[in-house]
């Protein structure tokens, strides 16, 4: 299998797509300041 990278999946509700710099703050309060939520990754 060849590796082709982040592609774009995108239907008429929603848009997938590979994360910018600028989500960041988003993910942040979204995902990483959750404790349920950051317990489970290894950074």
Do not use: H
């Not at 999946?9 to 994360?19: G, N």
């Not at 989500?23 to 995902?31: I, K, R």
């Amino acid at each position: 299998m060849k590796d082709l990278g982040t592609k774009n999946l995108e239907t008429k509700r929603l848009l997938l797509r590979k994360f910018k710099i600028e989500d960041a703050p988003l993910v942040y309060e979204n995902w990483c300041n959750d404790p349920d939520v950051a317990k489970y990754v290894t950074w």
